[in-house]
């Protein structure tokens, strides 16, 4: 499996996040002692000296396991915020996650300045209902402080039997006290795909993340909407707050809008981490199309908009991307344990690495006001937050392919904050009327730009 790079867990599951293009390998286990070098184990004293000591020293008994799984755990969240060690449960959560139903809260979350921080909810869950905002920073869980506690141990006491209740204790800017929210769990099941039509003609198509059947639900619902339209004038692609999912996923929906060329590559250290996606011919090609985007689009969402952009075949709307540019691999282990290991970087058509500096969108355009779009991008959650993140290695960085600099910043939390901002409904939702506008003056828009660059 593999994840484009943003480590966030999905409570109730386990997802790399904002994973983001991911591959899975199956099989039964790596030989991992064949691929480490001799001379590496005379290095290892220190560590089997260390283990011994403690566990004849330690105030109380320690199972070897767990020491071993702590000094894993401690040697992968070395490397970066997005390589960690799979349970057998955590695993398992990670494959349930990418068909779409988990339990849990539906919250995103990940460590930011060592705090527990939300990503964003998810739409329709628990915690969306409850209140819960991008950037509350999760102090208590149940009582217990979570200073120090890791992304894996969160998410165990965040999950629970459907039904059962817990209240998450959260620190909210410009919030005096912390705020205490009582929350329900649920079976969660992702709808990835949301459609309906805007006009006459004029199709709105949300995805919400990249499951293994989005593109074919994505593909049916727009089958539907030219059916009840006659034809299609123009379609609004919305993945704002999308986190990413399933790099397969992410080149399945980039096709469904190209025709031909490359989709996106990604670059390893290993031959088999280099890899190229095209384009084939068909799907919807000649509709005029505008893509949505903001701070929460991460990765796989990043993939599609970084290759219709590079392709001219759509206008990017909207406020600069997460910025997540790395490829994570799931390489299952003896035990049913795996490893999420950062093993390559994906480039968009042009040769952009977006990694940390996002994708610039064509338009620049807030759904806030100015004083609460500054607010956001004060606190909204990047990859350039993380702690441990590559520096962009692209051949052609984000700021030469454009000149557009503008701070982003994730705006689920200040949207939620305006009730009188709706996404995905005209007349509530501005970046989405302002898409309307485009597609309504295609022609002369396009013509417009072929002026400008002529």
Do not use: C
């Not at 691929?35 to 184990?41: E, F, G, N, W």
């Not at 965040?158 to 410009?174: A, H, L, P, Q, Y």
């Amino acid at each position: 499996m593999m994840y484009g790079k943003r480590q966030r867990i999905v409570v109730g599951l386990i997802a790399g996040v904002v994973g983001i293009g991911v591959i899975l390998f199956g099989g039964h286990g790596l030989n991992l002692v064949s691929a480490v070098d001799r001379s590496t184990y005379e290095d290892l004293e220190a560590f089997t000296s260390v283990l011994a000591i403690v566990q004849k020293n330690y105030v109380e008994q320690v199972e070897t396991q767990d020491l071993i799984e702590g000094a894993i755990n401690g040697m992968l969240g070395a490397l970066d915020p997005h390589s960690a060690y799979l349970t057998p449960d955590s695993y398992k959560e990670l494959q349930v996650d990418t068909e779409g139903s988990f339990g849990g809260l539906g919250i995103e979350i990940t460590i930011r300045d060592r705090i527990l921080t939300v990503v964003s909810p998810i739409e329709d869950t628990p915690a969306y209902r409850a209140g819960v905002l991008a950037g509350d920073q999760i102090v208590k869980i149940n009582g217990e402080l979570t200073k120090d506690m890791s992304l894996i141990e969160a998410v165990k006491k965040m999950r629970g039997k459907k039904g059962t209740k817990i209240t998450i204790s959260v620190r909210r800017e410009d919030v005096p006290r912390l705020i205490d929210v009582p929350i329900i769990r649920e079976v969660i099941k992702v709808q990835s795909v949301k459609s309906k039509t805007l006009e006459k003609g004029y199709a709105y198509i949300r995805v919400t993340q990249f499951q293994d059947r989005t593109s074919t639900d994505l593909d049916n619902a727009l089958k539907k909407l030219s059916q009840e339209n006659g034809r299609l004038e123009g379609i609004v692609l919305d993945l704002r707050n999308n986190p990413g999912g399933l790099l397969s996923q992410a080149v399945k929906v980039s096709d469904l809008f190209l025709d031909s060329g490359m989709i996106v590559y990604t670059k390893g250290r290993l031959e088999s981490q280099k890899q190229k996606y095209f384009a084939h011919p068909g799907g919807y090609t000649d509709v005029p199309l505008v893509v949505l985007v903001n701070g929460g689009s991460a990765s796989a969402s990043e993939i599609v908009a970084g290759a219709v952009q590079d392709h001219g075949r759509a206008v990017v709307l909207g406020t600069k991307t997460f910025g997540k540019g790395s490829v994570q691999t799931i390489l299952p282990v003896d035990g049913g344990a795996a490893l999420r290991l950062t093993t390559a970087m994906y480039f968009t058509p042009n040769g952009r690495s977006i990694q940390v500096t996002g994708i610039a969108p064509d338009i620049e355009f807030e759904n806030l006001p100015d004083a609460q779009a500054a607010i956001r991008r004060r606190h909204g959650i990047r990859e350039e937050n993380l702690r441990g993140h590559f520096d962009n290695i692209g051949e052609q960085t984000q700021q030469e392919a454009h000149s557009d600099d503008s701070d982003p910043a994730d705006t689920s939390a200040a949207t939620q904050a305006r009730p009188d901002i709706k996404a995905g409904e005209l007349g509530k939702d501005p970046q989405l009327d302002r898409a309307l506008e485009l597609l309504k003056s295609w022609r002369v828009f396009q013509t417009t730009v072929a002026e400008a660059k002529g």
